[in-house]
C-alpha cells in the first residue's frame, strides 16, 4: 500500500460546482497534513495545512479523519482560476525526524 | 514571507558534466531543506533531507556520490549532478522548512544532452 494515495481524477466540473477530493494515509504516526497546489511546470504552492479540528480558508475547507486515516479539501464554488493539480503531502515521523511524503496528485479542470 | 528561491531556472548542460542548483530561504532561516525531483505528469520523489550543518539524508536509490548536497548556512542548501547524464533530466525542486510547513523554490529544469 502506497503510504499516500490520492485519486488522479482527473475531476472536470463546470464552473460554481462543489468538488471534494480525498487522501488517505498509512501511517498512523503520521503528524501533519497539508494541502499544495501545484500549476503545470509550476512548483507547489501550500493551500492549506490541515489541523485536527478541521479548518476553512474562503472557499476551501480541508477536513482531518484521524480513524480513518484520510484528509480531504473541498472547493465550493470553483472558478477556472481553480484549475490545478492538488497535492496531499503528510509528515511521516521516520529515524528521530520526520519526512513529507507527497501523494500523486488529483487534477481539477473546471470548464466554462 | 516564507520565500525560497531556487537558481538557475533552467540549464541545459552536456553529458558528463556537472550542475550546481542553489536553494535559498530569503525571510527566515531553515535548518531543514528538501530535495525533490519530478519528471513529467508524476508526483514529486523526495531525492533527500538537507540538513544545516550535517550530512544530509538520502532516500532509497539515490546515489549520494552523484547528487551531492551541501547545506552550508541556515538560508543555503546546494545540490550538485555529478557527471550528468540523460536521464538525469528533469524538474528539480528545492523546499525549504519553516516550522512545519514547507515553502518550494521555483524550481530547476535540467536537460542533460
Known amino acids: 500500500r502506497k503510504e499516500v494515495e490520492q485519486d488522479p481524477g482527473p475531476f472536470n466540473v463546470p464552473e460554481g460546482a462543489t468538488v471534494a477530493f480525498n487522501c488517505t494515509y498509512s501511517?498512523?504516526?503520521?503528524?501533519?497534513f497539508f494541502w499544495y497546489r501545484q500549476d503545470c511546470r509550476k512548483e507547489p504552492k501550500l493551500l492549506m495545512s490541515v489541523y485536527s479540528s478541521g479548518n476553512e480558508d474562503g472557499r476551501f475547507t480541508a477536513q482531518l479523519n484521524r480513524a480513518s486515516q484520510y484528509i480531504s479539501l473541498l472547493i465550493r464554488d470553483s472558478k477556472l482560476s481553480d484549475s490545478a493539480t492538488y497535492l496531499c503531502?503528510?509528515?511521516?515521523?521516520?529515524?528521530?525526524?520526520?519526512?513529507?511524503?507527497f501523494g500523486t496528485g488529483t487534477r481539477l479542470k473546471v470548464l466554462a | 514571507g516564507a520565500v525560497v528561491s531556487q537558481h538557475p531556472s533552467w540549464v541545459i548542460c552536456k553529458s558528463g558534466t556537472s550542475v550546481k542548483i542553489e536553494c535559498r530561504s530569503l525571510d527566515f532561516q531553515a535548518t531543514t531543506m528538501f530535495w525533490y525531483r519530478q519528471f513529467p505528469k508524476q508526483s514529486l520523489m523526495l531525492m533527500a533531507t538537507?540538513?544545516?550543518?550535517?550530512?544530509?539524508?538520502?532516500e532509497q536509490g539515490v546515489e549520494k556520490d552523484k547528487f551531492l548536497i551541501n547545506h552550508a548556512s541556515l538560508t543555503l542548501s546546494t545540490l550538485t549532478v555529478t557527471s550528468a547524464h540523460p536521464e538525469d533530466s528533469s524538474f528539480y525542486i528545492c523546499s525549504a522548512l519553516n516550522a512545519y510547513e514547507q515553502y518550494f523554490g521555483p524550481g530547476t529544469r535540467l536537460t542533460v544532452t
Open positions: 503531502v503528510v509528515n511521516i515521523p521516520t529515524s528521530g525526524t520526520y519526512k513529507y511524503i
Open positions: 538537507s540538513n544545516e550543518g550535517s550530512k544530509a539524508t538520502y
Open positions: 501511517n498512523s504516526a503520521s503528524q501533519s
